[in-house]
Nanobody
Framework: QVQLVESGGGLVQAGGSLRLSCAAA????????MAWYRQAPGKQRELVAV???????NYVDSVKGRFIISRDNTQNTVYLQMSSLKPEDTAVYYC??????????????WGQGTQVTVSS
């Protein structure tokens, strides 16, 4: 069983910064891609940023230049550094990881979600 434990959400004023963390715990072979999604009230969950096991990153256009995704493979942890936050960034942020439990058995895991609220 693999668990993703998130931390770092909170309330911040517009223009401020927050750093989210997500650590994978459990027994597995390796972690492939890791990502952050978010879901605002009344909206669908959207992909915010993704990072491959090799460090290649991709971002949704609305956060490019403001958010940075990174990972520490030795700690099985992914981070999301969020800067120049805007009220429209307010959402529950979810960590996602594609985990190879044993060769040939790959599964998708989700964190519990952490609330980010940006006040204007």
């Amino acid at each position: 069983q693999v668990q993703l434990v998130e931390s770092g959400g909170g309330l911040v004023q517009a223009g401020g910064s927050l750093r989210l963390s997500c650590a994978a715990a459990g027994t597995f072979f390796t972690i492939h891609a890791m990502a952050w999604y978010r879901q605002a009230p009344g909206k669908q969950r959207e992909l915010v940023a993704v990072i491959s096991s090799g460090g290649t990153t991709n971002y949704v256009d609305s956060v490019k230049g403001r958010f940075i995704i990174s990972r520490d493979n030795t700690q099985n942890t992914v981070y999301l550094q969020m800067s120049s936050l805007k009220p429209e960034d307010t959402a529950v942020y979810y960590c996602n990881a594609v985990v190879l439990i044993i060769p040939g058995h790959e599964y998708d895991y989700w964190g519990q979600g952490t609330q980010v609220t940006v006040s204007s």
